[in-house]
C-alpha cells in the first residue's frame, strides 16, 4: 500500500469529535411530518461518540432493541480468545505456523471469525442457503476491543444474543466443542448466562452496544483494520411480536427507542409512512431521504425535541414546508440529480452491481 493510501484510511479512523454533533439533516415523511438527526462519526475511539451513553451508543441501542425486545427469554455468550492467539497474524500476513489459522489480529481474519461463530450458533449453510444443524434460530452478535480490567490491552471477544433460557451441562459443553474445532482454538473460553428481566435483558443490549476502543493511540493499526468493519450481526427471522418492553427507570421509553429505529430505517414514527424521496445518490443512485447538512444551531431555533438522547429529533414547531426541505436538499440532489440518479442506477443494475446496504466501520451509527 502506498504511503498516500495509507494515511488517507488514518485519517478516515481517526476522530476528533470536533464536528460530532454540529451539522443536523432533516426529512419529510408523506404526511408532512418533519424530523431532523445530527450527524456524529460514530466512531469508538471519538472524544464525543466513545462515550458510554452517547448518542452514537444510543443509536446502536436502538438499532437492536426491535429485534431484542421479541427475546423472552435471552442467552448470553461471551467468547473470548486467550492471550495466545489474540496478536498472531497481522492482517493475515503472519498466521499461525502449525495451523496456518489467524484469529482476530486483522479484518479479513475478524470476518472469518465472525463467519465461523454464526456458522455454529446459527448452523451452516447448505446448497439451497438454509442453516442446518445450529443451535439457535436466532441471534444478534458485537464484539468488544477491549475488556475494563487492563486499559489498553489488546482483548478481542464476541458477545452474542439469542433466544436461549437454562442449557443443560452437556449441551453447553457441546456448543463449546463445536466452537473450539471450528476456529481451531482448543483452549477458547465460552462463557454463558441467561437473563429474563426485562430490566435484566435492556442492560444486556446497552452492555454489548457499548464502545470499548476508546483510545486511538491504544491501537491504531487495529483501528485502521476495523475501517468499514461491520460489527453487528444478526442472523434468523426477527418478525415475531415484542415479548417485553420497558416504561419505568429510564427518562424515555421502549417506545421512544422505536421511534428511532423507525428513523433509521426512514420510516416516520408518527404516521408510519415513508420519508420522501428528495433525490437519488449521485454515485449509488440510491434515494436520498435527509437533506443537506445545516448547522445544528437551527434545532434549538426550532425547539426541535430529541427522542431517546440519540440527536434524532422531532421538528413541530419548526414551520418548515415542503419548498424549504427542496430547497435545503440541494440542488443536485433535484430534478437533475434525481434524472441523472435513476440514470445511474439502472446502469448499475445493468452492470449486476450489488445494491446491499453499504457496510457500516466499528460502532458507526
Ligand atoms: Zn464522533
Ligand atoms: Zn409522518
Known amino acids: 500500500m502506498d504511503n498516500g493510501i495509507v494515511l488517507t484510511l488514518e485519517k478516515k479512523s481517526q476522530s476528533t469529535g470536533v ?5 443536523s439533516v432533516i426529512s419529510e415523511c408523506e404526511s408532512g411530518h418533519h424530523h431532523a438527526k445530527s450527524l456524529y462519526c460514530g466512531k469508538e475511539w471519538c472524544s464525543v461518540c466513545g462515550i458510554h451513553g452517547s448518542k452514537a451508543h444510543n443509536r446502536r441501542i436502538a438499532r437492536v432493541i426491535p429485534k431484542a425486545i421479541q427475546i423472552k427469554t435471552m442467552g448470553y455468550f461471551v467468547i473470548e480468545f486467550p492471550d495466545a492467539y489474540r496478536k498472531i497474524g497481522a492482517a493475515g500476513l503472519t498466521p499461525d505456523e502449525i495451523t496456518g489459522a489467524a484469529w482476530c489480529y486483522s479484518k479479513r481474519d475478524l470476518i472469518d471469525t465472525t463467519n ?13 442457503k438454509r442453516r ?10 458485537r464484539w468488544h476491543w477491549f475488556g475494563d480490567k487492563i486499559p489498553g490491552k489488546y482483548n478481542p471477544h464476541v458477545n452474542v ?33 441467561y437473563y429474563d428481566q426485562p430490566g435484566q435483558m435492556y442492560q444486556k443490549v446497552e452492555y454489548i452496544t457499548r464502545p470499548t476502543f476508546t483510545d486511538y493511540k491504544w491501537s491504531p ?3 485502521n483494520e476495523l475501517y468499514n468493519f461491520r460489527n453487528q450481526r444478526w442472523w434468523g427471522k426477527w418478525t415475531s411480536a415484542p415479548a417485553w418492553s420497558i416504561k419505568d427507570g429510564k427518562d424515555y421509553s421502549i417506545n421512544e427507542i422505536m421511534a428511532v429505529s423507525k428513523l433509521q430505517k426512514n ?18 443512485g440510491r434515494p436520498v431521504k435527509w437533506t443537506r447538512p445545516i448547522d445544528s444551531i437551527y434545532l434549538m431555533l426550532w425547539s426541535a425535541t430529541e427522542i431517546a438522547v440519540t440527536g434524532y429529533y422531532r421538528l413541530d414547531k419548526s414551520n418548515l414546508t ?10 443536485n440532489n433535484g430534478m ?13 443494475k445493468q452492470a449486476g452491481a450489488s445494491g446491499d446496504e453499504c457496510r457500516r466501520g466499528a460502532g458507526q451509527s
Open 336 to 348: 437533475e440529480g434525481l434524472n441523472h440518479g435513476r440514470k445511474r442506477a439502472r446502469k448499475n
Open 267 to 284: 420510516i416516520c414514527p408518527e404516521c408510519g409512512k415513508p420519508l420522501k424521496t428528495l433525490g437519488y445518490n449521485f454515485r449509488t
Open 132 to 141: 442446518n444443524n445450529g443451535y439457535f434460530e436466532r441471534g444478534l452478535l
Open 116 to 128: 465461523r461463530i454464526v456458522d455454529i450458533l446459527a448452523g451452516k449453510r447448505n446448497k439451497t
Open 221 to 223: 493499526y487495529m483501528a
Open 322 to 331: 415542503t419548498d424549504d426541505i427542496i430547497y435545503l436538499s440541494g440542488r
Open 19 to 23: 464536528r460530532c454533533g454540529r451539522w
Open 161 to 193: 444474543l439469542v433466544d436461549g433460557a437454562y442449557i443443560e451441562n452437556d449441551k453447553l459443553n457441546e456448543i463449546k466443542k463445536a466452537l473450539q474445532n471450528e476456529l481451531v482454538c482448543p483452549d477458547l473460553i465460552v462463557n454463558y448466562h
